[in-house]
């Protein structure tokens, strides 16, 4: 029996690691968004480079707030609607349209999820 629960609690743990998230590195580098300058300053629509740049760039956005040089236009209202920018399939076999959407506050038993 306890074998059988060491073999059990083995697999568990193989299989946790095997799904399991890997850590990867980002250096922060603010400038590897200057692909997003037009849509952070002026609102125009993120390209496809803007958005993955964001997405690599993610984990570095509390390091940016904490320099004032960087603050202003991570906090900018051009900004945020930049970060809410999604890629919409309107139609089968259609090239994606980036879009702005706007996502209501998570209500009582919601929670807000980006990936």
């Known amino acids: 029996m306890k074998q059988q629960q060491l073999v059990l609690l083995l697999l568990l743990l193989i299989s946790l690691a095997l799904h399991a998230p890997t850590m990867v590195s980002v250096t922060c580098d ?3 968004l200057s ?3 037009g849509p952070i300053l002026y609102g125009t629509a ?3 480079t803007c958005c993955q740049k964001l997405k ?3 984990p570095c ?7 004032p040089s960087y603050k202003g236009i991570i906090t ?3 900004a945020n609607k930049t970060a809410t920018a999604a890629a919409v399939a309107w139609e089968a076999g259609k090239p994606l349209v980036i879009e702005q959407v706007e996502v ?3 209500q009582a038993m919601e929670v ?3 990936v």
Request: charged share 15%; proline share 14%.
């Open 30 to 32: 603010p400038t590897e």
């Open 35 to 37: 692909s997003c300058l």
């Open 46 to 48: 993120p390209s496809s």
């Open 56 to 58: 690599e760039q993610q």
């Open 61 to 67: 956005f509390c390091q940016y707030m904490k320099n």
């Open 76 to 78: 900018s209202a051009n």
């Open 104 to 106: 209501a506050p998570p």
């Open 112 to 114: 807000r999820i980006n």
